[in-house]
Structure formats: C-alpha cells, structure tokens
C-alpha cells in the first residue's frame, strides 16, 4: 500500500513536468562559461533543457513562451542563507532569545515562507548553513522535494557543529545548554565525527562548523577528522571562520569553503586558491550593518567591518580565489523581502570591482561547484535541469536590473511569468 502511495505520488508530481516547452530567448546568457547569444530557442522537456540554439525546429505539441524581449539565464544561487531565522541576532535581541519564542515548527513555516519569496526573485538553489532549530530546513527541504510547495532546490547543513557553547556567549551554567536547540557541541575527533554523521542522518548536504566563535577553536586533528567523515559520505564543509590561526586550520584542513572571512590575508588567500578552497564571503552592505550593530557581539563594528568587507572581496577576487554569492540575511526590513535584501549585495560586489559577468558566476556556475550540484544546475546548457530566469533588461549592462525578476521556470515548470505570477504551489497542487 505505501508503495502504491509512493507511485502515485511520483506519478503526480511527474505529470506536473511532463509539458514540452518551447522558449523563444532575445538574449541568452551563460556566465559560467562566459556565452551570450542572440535569438535563442531553448527546448524544456521532463524538467530538462533539452536544446538550445538559433536554428531549432519546435516540437510539436510543445508550449510556446516567449521571452523575445527578455535576457534568460540560469536561476540564481545564494551560498549562504538562514531562512528559518529572522532577526534575532541584534545589539538589544539575543540570538538566544530565538529558542524561548520559536519551536522548531514555527521556523520551518517561516523557512517556507521565505523560500516561496526566493524562488519568485530568481533564487532557485540556496544553501541553508543552519540556525534552523531541530532540523527546520531538513522538512522545508522535503516539502519541496516532494512538491508540496514549489520552492528552490535547498541544501541544508542541519545543526552548526562547533566546540562547547555553539555561537552563544555568557549564558548561566544553571540554564543548561540553550545553545543545543540550534547547534552540536563536539570537542574531540570522536565527538566531531559522531556529530558530522547525525548530521548526515538526518539529511544534511552541507557540514558546516563553526571554528573561531570562542576563545578556544578546532585543532587541525579535530578539523581533520570532519573533513575526511563528511568527505566520506560525498559532502562538503563549510566552515565560519574570520581569520587568524583558526583560518590557517581550516584551509590546512582543506575545507570546501570558507564563510565569512573577514580578516583572511594575502597569504591565506593565496593558499585558498591553491587548494581550491571557495570564499563565499558574506558581504553585508552598510545599511544591513547598520542595523545589525555587532549582532550582540558576533561581528564588528559597521564603521570598520563595512570596508574591510569590500577590501577583502576585492582581494580575494583579485588574487584569483572562487568567491560565491552568499548573503547571510537573517534581517527582515519593513515592505522589503528577504530577496530584496539579498539583492542589496551586489552594491558590495560593484564597490569591490567585479565585473556583472563574473558577479552572475559567483550567482550560478561557481556556488553550482561548490555545492556539488553543476552536472546538473548552474549553465545554460543541454542536459541542465530548466532552472532559469529572465530579465527586461541586461544584467551584464547593470548588475542591479537582476532585481526585474519577471519569469523563473524551476525544474522545466514555470513558477512566475511576466502575464503574472504563478502562485508557489507545488506539483501535487496540480
Ligand atoms: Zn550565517
């Protein structure tokens, strides 16, 4: 009976994708390998692009969308996203303060919530790098996985793994540890392994750890001994470190990206290159600073992170690292989504000096490697999963007009149009 179940639910879910479309392109753009053509037809079938070019006879039967006056691209990807976290972690409002007035349950909602709004902007792959309760974003994963919401393709870390304490400051031994609603504590090479494969347990396409929040940080053999159990199972790390000796460990280590990053060197940048290791850099516009303060004390001062962030993007940039677009925003502004402020970024990355056609890389084609997904997602190309975006005007003429949004086809079905905007259903709504 569950077989049955099961079958008729991929059969739902399938039939949802099975229309043929045909996508009349004015302007196709591939940033990964640096393509933009003129007049394109791109042929969608089963959830794949199954041709692209000037001369491609349509299908019969297939259905026409026409995005002449349109530049079409693949889907965006944000690196490093919180979506079941909002705005906790201020100057006067603990992070802490997430576990007395949220369950785990309400943050998954929120979680959806948000990846609703991503996948209407263009974000159609995110990678979740914790603070999402007791495995929030392991659901919304599946829920979206098994079509119950239409949302991005979500990579989620499960429980940030750090030494004793998690990222929590200052908190009386007689309230326990709070901390371990949202991370696992893990001191020693035993403890670390057993956490990273509860993790992978229950789900986790992501380890990630935090390295230098504490007086004390991981040792190379500890870091080691993540790196080599996640490595195992075919998962990458991730790993919040903003510099010093704590960053030296982790490239030794040879993790697969580090987050944040802050006062990472010449030195450190150049070893990262060397081992392929990726930036994906956080890169918090001022205004977003100015209201997070010090974050209750994680981060410092906007008046000196704010250029030191750009500094080091620029640096990175220029000493050949692969840097990847990844966000951080846990804030909500009033009448502004979540996607609004993530694209507020990119005035970091222009301040920075990086090219739209480089930026739009570091969007789909580098974290698309780095999340370990780019057989399948990140290039406009034959064999590609559809997850595709397009745009009224240039994004490679002015980096901001990515904020037009007007078409996103996710997995080869269409999710928002220019005629108006599907709503976020999932394929067993159809
Ligand atoms: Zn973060």
């Known amino acids: 009976m569950k077989c049955l179940l099961l079958l008729s639910a991929l059969i739902l879910s399938s039939s949802a994708i099975a229309q043929t479309y045909a996508i009349r392109a004015g302007t196709t753009i591939d940033p990964g390998n640096s393509q933009i053509n003129r007049q394109q037809i791109l042929v969608i079938e089963d959830g794949f692009i199954k041709q692209i ?46 576990y007395l007035r949220e369950s785990t349950a ?20 995110i990678r979740d790098v914790g603070n999402s309760g007791d495995y929030a974003m392991e659901d919304v994963r599946r829920a979206i996985a098994n079509g119950l919401f239409a949302g991005p393709t979500v990579i989620d870390s499960g429980k940030i793994i750090a030494p004793f304490g ?14 371990t609603f949202d991370y696992l504590d893990a001191d020693g090479v035993a403890e670390i392994r057993k956490a990273v494969r509860t993790n992978i347990f229950y789900g986790a396409g992501v380890i990630k750890l935090a390295l230098d929040n504490s007086a004390y940080h991981y040792s190379l053999e500890e870091m080691r001994a ?18 010093g000796e704590a960053a030296d460990v ?7 990206s580090i987050e944040h990053g802050f006062d990472l060197t010449d030195p450190q940048l150049k070893a990262m290159k060397a081992k392929g290791i990726f930036l994906a850099g956080t890169d918090y516009p001022r205004a977003h600073l100015d209201k997070l303060g010090t974050a209750g004390g994680l981060i410092p001062e906007p008046s000196v992170l704010a250029p030191k962030i750009i500094d080091r993007l ?62 399948t997602r990140g290039h406009l190309a034959v064999g590609q999963r559809a997850d595709l975006i397009a745009i009224p005007a240039d994004p490679v003429a002015d980096i901001e007009n990515l904020r037009r949004v007007e078409f996103v ?22």
């Open 226 to 243: 993540a790196v080599e159990e996640a490595h195992h199972a075919g998962i990458p790390v991730a790993v919040h470190v903003y510099g």
């Open 250 to 256: 982790a490239i030794e280590a040879g993790v697969d």
């Open 106 to 125: 309400y943050r998954a909602l929120r979680g959806i919530r948000n990846a609703t709004i991503l996948l209407s902007a263009g974000f159609t792959t």
């Open 409 to 430: 086809m996710k997995d080869g079905r269409p999710v928002r149009s220019p005629s108006g905007a599907v709503p976020p259903l999932g394929s067993r709504d159809r």
């Open 314 to 375: 620029a640096r990175a940039h220029r000493l050949g690292v692969r840097v990847v677009f990844s966000t951080d925003t846990v804030d909500d502004m009033p009448g502004r989504t979540r996607a609004d402020m993530m694209f507020d970024y990119l005035s970091v990355w222009r301040a920075a000096g990086i090219s739209p056609l480089d930026i739009l890389k570091s969007m789909t084609s580098e974290p698309a490697q780095l999340l370990r997904v780019d057989t």
């Open 53 to 98: 070019g000037s001369q491609i006879a349509i299908p019969a039967g297939a259905q026409m969308i026409d995005l002449s006056a349109y530049w079409v691209m693949p889907g965006l990807m944000d690196a490093h996203t919180h979506l079941s976290l909002a705005e906790t972690s201020t100057d006067t409002q603990p992070l802490e303060s997430t």
């Open 166 to 179: 998690g990222q929590s400051h200052d908190i009386p031994p007689e309230l326990g540890r709070v901390w």
